[in-house]
């Protein structure tokens, strides 16, 4: 049977799908758009022995549409783009317009006793690599508290 190319790219991918995903769930295969931008944010963790390296690859993003915080032990890195493009023809007549927004976000726990002056963040061709050191906790020491004798 003849399947259309609109559901396939060639029937070796077919009969993959009928063997891997038996109940039918479909993804899109074959060139994408150009406009379609790349997946979220990938991130390799290395560790060191005084510290944690994080690299996040972003590519198509500016540095200005990056923010990563900290709060509660948690460092949260944030990318967001928009973009904007239509094509016009020789007599300026609309014939394209498309618009994309887009927004990746990813969290980490890297313990309540590391502030935001510790980490140290670098953003160069599309790779956001973040420096986190470790810290120990501090074990909480229990206050001598003196009960008054009278």
Not at 34 to 44: A, L, N
Not at 66 to 84: F, R
Not at 125 to 143: A, M, N, T
């Amino acid at each position: 049977m003849l399947v259309p190319s609109i559901f396939t790219t060639d029937l070796e991918d077919l009969f993959d799908d009928v063997l891997t995903n038996p109940w039918g769930v479909t993804t899109r295969r074959g060139p994408q758009p150009k406009s379609m931008k790349p997946v979220p944010m990938t991130t390799d963790v290395k560790e060191f022995d005084d510290h944690f390296e994080l690299d996040l690859e972003l590519p198509g993003f500016k540095k200005e549409e990056l923010q990563a915080e900290l709060k509660e032990g948690y460092l949260t890195v944030s990318a967001q783009h928009t973009e904007d493009s239509e094509e016009k023809d020789k007599a300026g007549k609309l014939i394209r317009k498309e618009r994309y927004s887009g927004m990746y976000q990813r969290s980490f726990y890297v313990g309540e006793n590391i502030e935001q002056s510790d980490i140290q963040a670098a953003f160069n061709d599309g790779v956001l690599k973040l420096c986190i050191p470790k810290k120990e906790e501090q074990p909480k020491v229990e206050e001598k508290k003196l009960i008054s004798i009278q």
